[in-house]
């Protein structure tokens, strides 16, 4: 879990070894530890501008196959596994943050709608960065992105996962 009350400094990620490194930095690209075991040969970083894109790199350089995968370890929005209880730690805070957790019927009913529709077209769950966003602006955001182009969505979806994944980083590390 990446919520923590002890931040890390660059210094000391720089120095961990790979197992401590994942430890320490995988959870913040969601069920890919791959990424950060990837990411570490990379350092050591000059800043957190750096490590946030060499682990993006790390992501935008695998074979189709692999990025299609990372993008199918991500939670629907209100999905099964948030009624499953099985998201990670940060995607509930995520979720939770824009009211994702208390919807009314109605607005389950249609998430749940959107959210089929959507993998369906694109092959992959729907994926935004909802602490940039209010409830109303997600589902907006969910009929209309619909529509795109699987390789628009593709590029969409990983350029919201650099949000994402760059808040945690953010909740992370100091600096």
């Not at 995988?26 to 490590?51: K, M």
């Not at 695998?62 to 939670?75: K, S, T």
């Not at 694109?122 to 994926?127: K, L, M, S, V, Y």
């Amino acid at each position: 879990m990446i919520l923590t009350t002890t931040r890390l400094n660059l210094a000391a990620l720089n120095e961990m070894d790979r197992d401590a490194f994942v430890a320490a930095v995988g959870p913040t690209f969601e069920n890919s530890p791959w990424v950060a075991q990837a990411a570490w040969a990379r350092r050591p970083f000059a800043d957190v501008d750096a490590l946030h894109a060499a682990m993006l790199d790390v992501v935008r350089q695998a074979p189709q196959e692999r990025r299609i995968a990372f993008l199918c370890g991500h939670p629907e929005l209100a999905g099964r596994e948030a009624q499953a209880g099985t998201m990670t730690a940060e995607s509930v805070g995520e979720q939770r943050s824009a009211g994702l957790d208390a919807l009314s019927r109605d607005e389950l009913d249609e998430m749940q709608y959107l959210n089929r529709a959507y993998r369906e077209r694109h092959g992959f769950p729907f994926i935004i960065a909802v602490r940039r966003n209010t409830k109303q602006q997600i589902f907006e955001a969910m009929r209309t992105r619909a529509a795109a182009s699987t390789e628009t969505e593709q590029r969409a979806a990983l350029d919201q996962i650099g949000f994402i994944t760059r808040g945690r980083i953010n909740a992370l590390l100091d600096g």
